[in-house]
């Protein structure tokens, strides 16, 4: 890692380490309750191919690898960089009782599992935080096994120039208000609004999942293309 990565890497995690208690309620104010069910849908996207391995990145609290645990017969790995975001998914796993869920603290860019190993691969809200895309891309690629799905649900900015209004008003003044009420973190979440400004847009997104390899890129518009569902094959 060169220093302004490392730099990055150490400021996401930090900031994922701070506000972990309140992630899961701020996502519902943030996204209107929607993402739960876009979660869902990354499940119902999966369970087409009946994976039997699969690994959800940047697990965080762990709601995307609780719904892929309801799939017959899987076995899902969840990894993350943030020991408190993981404390919360191993406590909700527990609660629920799911025993085919492992968890574990590892790095996007740095994978800890064999090349062709996982039928599925789910990243949420994740891909933007990486402190070295092109790492974390190629790092997915290398453990997916041939034909398996590699399923990214991340923030987009709208195209639309009356929405894309309506969304810079949500993120500007909405979304730091909240955060202010609610965490009282407010600088945690306009650094994490601004890493979705710098994310590559769309197109250019859709170019470096080629460039990485994968091939047949769809995508799904979510809430008038304030979120998209990627669905990438290798
Ligand atoms: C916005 S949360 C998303 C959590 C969960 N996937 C969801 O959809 O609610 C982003 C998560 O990515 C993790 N993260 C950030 N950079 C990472 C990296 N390089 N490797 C693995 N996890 C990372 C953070 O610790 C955080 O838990």
């Given at each position: ?6 730099t ?14 309140e ?76 025993d ?38 190629s790092?997915?690629?290398r ?15 709208p ?39 710098n ?36």
């Amino acid at each position: 890692m060169n220093n302004s990565k490392s730099t990055n890497f150490v400021r996401i995690k930090n900031i994922f380490e701070s506000i972990s208690n309140e992630y899961d309620f701020m996502n519902d104010l943030m996204t209107f309750r929607n993402h739960s069910k876009w979660k869902k849908e990354i499940a119902e996207i999966a369970i087409a191919s009946s994976p039997k391995r699969i690994l959800d990145i940047a697990t965080g609290t762990g709601d995307i690898a609780i719904n892929l645990s309801k799939i017959n017969g899987s076995k899902i790995e969840g990894v993350d960089i943030s020991g408190n975001m993981l404390k919360i998914a191993h406590k909700k796993i527990n609660e629920l009782k799911i025993d085919n869920i492992n968890l574990k603290t590892c790095e996007a860019e740095n994978l800890v599992f064999n090349d062709n190993h996982f039928d599925i691969i789910s990243i949420g809200y994740g891909v933007r935080n990486f402190s070295n895309l092109d790492k974390g891309l190629s790092e997915s690629y290398r453990v997916l096994k041939k034909d398996g799905k590699l399923i990214i649900l991340e923030t987009s900015v709208p195209e639309n120039p009356i929405i894309k209004f309506l969304y810079t008003l949500i993120t500007r003044i909405y979304i730091p208000i909240i955060a202010f009420i609610f965490s009282g973190k407010t600088k945690a979440y306009i650094y994490l609004l601004d890493s979705t400004k710098n994310f590559p847009p769309k197109n250019k997104f859709i170019e470096m999942l080629y460039k990485t390899g994968f091939k047949k890129v769809e995508t799904r518009r979510k809430l008038y293309g304030a979120s998209t569902i990627y669905i990438v094959s290798k």
